[in-house]
T-cell receptor, first 114, second 112 residues
Framework: EAQVTQNPRYLITVTGKKLTVTCSQNMNHEYMSWYRQDPGLGLRQIYYSMNVEVTDKGDVPEGYKVSRKEKRNFPLILESPSPNQTSLYFC?????????????FGPGTRLTVL | SQKIEQNSEALNIQEGKTATLTCNYTNYSPAYLQWYRQDPGRGPVFLLLIRENEKEKRKERLKVTFDTTLKQSLFHITASQPADSATYLCALRGNAGNMLTFGGGTRLMVKP
């Protein structure tokens, strides 16, 4: 089954404790992206990657890191989480195409930073 | 600055009626516009894509229009059902750049 998986689905942590949210897709998509979703602010892009070893900042990259060492994986790293990073996070993937850009989203990771 | 606006107030309609949701944008030259459905606590799911040179697109009970002069897209669900209740998001990708930017979404409630 074609899918995007994220782990963990729920995480409660404390300020300053490094964490990684994993994202994996099995559709051989070149493009992968991370979003955060907050009430009243909608989906905002954190980082995206057009292919292996190619990453770019989105709208809200501060406080986050990403890496793309393999095509299928795109982990999101919070080196020193803060309470303002409490949010619902989505990973997404798609083909790179001029004619379509359909994003396939993961199930989400709800992060709480105390 | 670039902006995508969707009505933040929930839209309540009766089952069987047509629901119409609006997406307005400013300072974009979109290559295309997409509509997604999102259920509570879940990731958005792609519904329809319409390109800048297309006026209208249909898929089953869904219809999307795209007016680049008005800078607006309308999303219609005909013969609406309670199962259509969800939040609907529009998203634009500009001609320059690789980012897909989402609107804030409109919540649709279809009452039996």
């Amino acid at each position: 089954e074609a899918q995007v998986t994220q782990n963990p689905r729920y995480l409660i942590t404390v300020t300053g404790k490094k964490l990684t949210v994993t994202c994996s897709q099995n559709m051989n998509h070149e493009y992968m992206s991370w979003y955060r979703q907050d009430p009243g602010l909608g989906l905002r892009q954190i980082y995206y990657s057009m292919n292996v070893e190619v990453t770019d900042k989105g709208d809200v990259p501060e406080g986050y890191k990403v890496s793309r060492k393999e095509k299928r994986n795109f982990p999101l790293i919070l080196e020193s989480p803060s309470p303002n990073q409490t949010s619902l996070y989505f990973c997404a993937s798609s083909e790179v195409s001029l004619s379509t850009d359909t994003q396939y989203f993961g199930p989400g990771t709800r992060l709480t930073v105390l | 600055s670039q902006k995508i606006e969707q009505n933040s107030e929930a839209l309540n309609i009766q089952e069987g009626k047509t629901a119409t949701l609006t997406c307005n944008y400013t300072n974009y030259s979109p290559a295309y516009l997409q509509w997604y459905r999102q259920d509570p606590g879940r990731g958005p799911v792609f519904l329809l894509l319409i390109r800048e040179n297309e006026k209208e697109k249909r898929k089953e009970r869904l219809k999307v229009t795209f007016d680049t002069t008005l800078k607006q897209s309308l999303f219609h669900i005909t013969a609406s059902q309670p199962a259509d209740s969800a939040t609907y998001l529009c998203a634009l990708r500009g001609n320059a750049g690789n980012m897909l930017t989402f609107g804030g979404g409109t919540r649709l409630m279809v009452k039996p």
